[in-house]
């Protein structure tokens, strides 16, 4: 807190301090406003106001049993349901003390990453629309729907697709793709690209179609680069805004992209690993400046390597069941206490599970990665400008 008075007094100006909220509509905050204090144009004080969208989830977990909470946890990430589901999965299956099929193991992986990328491309997506870059907002907006349309082709939904599973998941992938899903992909390939994909890129074969996918994501990586991220426009924004240096970082417990664009390494899919990622190989992205233009670099090298443990997934994939023969609705879960964690999107997502030996939980504790990301909210935003906060 000292320290915190000292930036406070070094960044006031000395007029009239103005006092105003900001948010909860701000397309930015949606489940949370700031209090913010400024000082001419400088911010002197932030004060997140979390819980606008609180439900007590934790709680509402100990009246739904352990295959219909999965849906119910999904909720507090809609756009990364697999990343919140996975973790309380692993950490039944701790408690049952099970081991899931082997292809099971890849189809959890496979569409991990793409909720990853779909979670990465709408963060760019709003990051257009805070910067007044709406090329970027329609380009990251409609690259997304094709991967999407791959969460439904596996899952049967877009997202909150309820699609993980104690033991396993739901159902297998299809053998085949819809025509209707080819020829949409077909005309926007040769609306972005430039030309008509190759014959084989437009196989109505499962695999071949998620590498088409994956690789059209490629190209379209390269594009993002040349016109976002290496605009001067754009740099001019990020650049060595909301810094956060690496012992910061760490104090702050932070999670995340914004963890390892401090330049800390670590990610629990390599530090923890679970499911297929043992056996895939892939890098974890880290930067050493801090801003927000680091920030940015991580989640864009993060979708690479997203699209890279995908391929690698679905050419690895082995035949077998994809679920355990106990079915789902009669899961006896004996007594104990476990905890599991994954890697979403946002950062890492805690469980810590404690069974009675019913077939409800009797408590669960959940850590989710953006609650962890507001101490640091203040530390970046004092001494910045009113028009960084989107950014930052």
Same mark, same amino acid.
């Given at each position: 807190?000292?320290?915190?008075?000292?930036?406070?007094?070094?960044?006031?100006?000395? +007029? &009239?301090?103005?006092?105003?909220?900001?948010? &909860?509509?701000? &397309?930015? *905050?949606?489940?949370?406003?700031?209090?913010?204090?400024?000082?001419?144009? *400088?911010?002197? #004080?932030?004060?997140?106001? &979390? +819980?606008?969208?609180?439900?007590?989830?934790?709680?509402?977990?100990?009246?739904? /049993?352990?295959?219909?909470?999965?849906?119910?946890?999904?909720?507090?990430?809609?756009?990364?349901?697999?990343?919140?589901?996975?973790?309380?999965?692993?950490?039944?299956? %701790?408690?049952?003390?099970?081991?899931?099929?082997?292809?099971?193991?890849?189809?959890?992986?496979?569409?991990?990453?793409?909720?990853?990328?779909?979670?990465?491309?709408?963060?760019?997506?709003?990051?257009?629309?805070?910067? +007044?870059? /709406?090329?970027?907002?329609?380009?990251?907006?409609?690259?997304? @729907?094709?991967?999407?349309?791959?969460?439904?082709?596996?899952?049967?939904?877009?997202?909150?697709?309820?699609?993980?599973?104690?033991?396993?998941?739901?159902? #297998?992938?299809?053998?085949?793709?819809?025509?209707?899903?080819?020829?949409?992909?077909? $005309? $926007?390939?040769?609306?972005?690209?430039?030309?008509?994909?190759?014959?084989?890129?437009?196989?109505?074969?499962?695999? %071949?179609?998620?590498?088409?996918?994956?690789?059209?994501?490629?190209?379209?990586?390269?594009? $993002?680069?040349?016109?976002?991220?290496?605009? @001067?426009?754009? !740099?001019?924004?990020?650049?060595?805004?909301?810094?956060?240096?690496?012992? #910061?970082?760490?104090? !702050?417990?932070? /999670?995340?992209? *914004?963890?390892?664009?401090? +330049?800390?390494? $670590?990610? /629990?899919?390599?530090?923890?690993?679970?499911?297929?990622?043992?056996? =895939?190989?892939?890098?974890?992205?880290?930067?050493?400046?801090? #801003?927000?233009?680091?920030?940015?670099?991580?989640?864009?090298?993060?979708?690479? @390597?997203?699209?890279?443990?995908?391929?690698?997934?679905?050419?690895?994939?082995?035949?077998?069941?994809?679920?355990?023969?106990?079915?789902?609705?009669?899961?006896?879960?004996?007594?104990?206490?476990?905890?599991?964690?994954? @890697?979403?999107?946002?950062?890492?997502? =805690?469980?810590?599970?404690?069974?009675?030996?019913?077939?409800?939980?009797?408590?669960?504790?959940?850590? *989710?990665?953006?609650?962890?990301?507001?101490?640091?909210?203040?530390?970046?935003?004092?001494?910045?400008?009113?028009?960084?906060?989107?950014?930052?």
């Amino acid at each position: 807190m000292l320290e915190e008075k000292k930036k406070i007094e070094v960044y006031d100006m000395g +007029g &009239p301090r103005l006092t105003f909220s900001y948010g &909860p509509q701000h &397309p930015g *905050t949606g489940h949370f406003r700031m209090t913010v204090t400024v000082s001419g144009d *400088t911010i002197v #004080d932030l004060e997140p106001d &979390p +819980g606008f969208v609180h439900r007590g989830k934790e709680k509402m977990a100990e009246y739904k /049993t352990w295959i219909t909470n999965i849906p119910h946890l999904e909720r507090p990430a809609i756009l990364d349901a697999a990343g919140m589901v996975i973790p309380y999965c692993l950490t039944v299956e %701790k408690l049952m003390e099970v081991e899931i099929p082997e292809r099971a193991k890849y189809l959890r992986t496979i569409v991990a990453e793409l909720d990853r990328i779909a979670s990465h491309l709408y963060w760019f997506s709003l990051y257009g629309v805070f910067l +007044g870059h /709406t090329t970027m907002f329609l380009w990251c907006v409609n690259d997304r @729907e094709f991967i999407l349309d791959l969460s439904q082709l596996i899952t049967g939904q877009r997202f909150t697709h309820a699609y993980y599973i104690p033991g396993g998941v739901r159902n #297998d992938a299809p053998k085949q793709v819809p025509k209707e899903l080819i020829k949409e992909f077909k $005309y $926007y390939y040769s609306r972005m690209i430039g030309r008509e994909p190759s014959q084989e890129e437009l196989s109505e074969d499962f695999k %071949k179609y998620v590498l088409a996918v994956a690789h059209f994501m490629e190209l379209r990586l390269d594009h $993002y680069y040349e016109m976002f991220f290496n605009s @001067e426009i754009f !740099l001019e924004r990020v650049r060595n805004i909301g810094v956060l240096k690496r012992e #910061d970082a760490i104090r !702050l417990g932070v /999670t995340g992209t *914004t963890l390892r664009a401090s +330049g800390v390494k $670590y990610d /629990t899919r390599v530090n923890d690993p679970y499911d297929a990622y043992p056996f =895939l190989n892939f890098e974890i992205p880290v930067r050493d400046e801090g #801003d927000c233009y680091a920030r940015a670099m991580v989640g864009y090298q993060e979708i690479r @390597e997203s699209l890279k443990i995908i391929r690698q997934a679905v050419e690895q994939m082995p035949e077998g069941p994809f679920k355990l023969k106990q079915h789902p609705l009669v899961i006896k879960v004996p007594k104990g206490e476990a905890v599991g964690r994954a @890697e979403a999107a946002r950062g890492e997502i =805690l469980y810590y599970i404690v069974s009675d030996g019913t077939d409800k939980p009797y408590r669960l504790r959940m850590i *989710t990665p953006s609650f962890r990301l507001l101490p640091a909210l203040k530390h970046l935003t004092i001494g910045a400008r009113i028009a960084d906060i989107p950014p930052i």
